[in-house]
C-alpha cells in the first residue's frame, strides 16, 4: 500500500513539474487525408502467388495454396471463403481482411523495407581474388 502511494506521489509530482506551454493545447494543422504503410488491397480472385506472397502472414507455400484452391473450385464469394484452404483459420483471415478484396485492381504493395522485399543474405559469401594484396612493411 505505501508503495503505490509513493508511485502516486510521485506521478502527480511529475505532471505538476511540468511548465505548460502555450502550443501544448493548439489544434493540429490537417495535412490531408494520408495513406498508411501498407495501404491497398490485394484481388483474391486474379492476384499471383508473389502478390499474395506480400500479405502479412501469407508465405510462398500459404499464397501457393490460395492459387491451388482458386484453380481447383473457381473463385472465391466470400473473403470468409479463405477458411476452406489449408492454413487459413480466422485469425490469419482476421489480420489479412483489410488488405485483401474479391473484385478490383490489386494495389497493395505491403509495407516498405520489410523482410519480403530484401534478397536473403549469403552466409558465406565468396571473396573477391581482385583485391590488391596489402603491402608489408
Do not use: Q
Not at 30 to 49: H, K, L, M, Q, S
Amino acid at each position: 500500500m505505501r508503495t503505490l502511494l509513493c508511485i502516486a506521489a510521485v506521478v502527480c509530482a511529475g505532471a505538476l513539474a511540468r511548465p505548460a506551454s502555450a502550443d501544448a493545447h493548439a489544434p493540429v494543422a490537417a495535412v490531408g487525408p494520408v495513406e498508411p504503410v501498407g495501404a491497398g488491397t490485394i484481388n483474391i480472385n486474379t492476384a499471383t502467388v508473389d502478390e499474395l506472397d506480400r500479405l502479412p502472414g501469407v508465405g510462398p507455400t500459404k499464397a501457393a495454396a490460395i492459387a491451388a484452391f482458386r484453380e481447383k473450385h473457381g473463385l472465391f464469394k466470400r473473403i470468409d471463403d479463405l477458411d476452406r484452404v489449408k492454413g487459413f483459420g480466422r485469425k490469419l483471415i482476421m489480420r489479412i481482411r483489410p488488405f485483401v478484396a474479391l473484385a478490383g485492381p490489386t494495389t497493395y504493395i505491403g509495407k516498405p523495407h520489410s523482410k519480403k522485399d530484401i534478397a536473403p543474405l549469403d552466409p558465406h559469401p565468396k571473396k573477391d581474388v581482385a583485391l590488391e594484396p596489402h603491402a608489408m612493411k
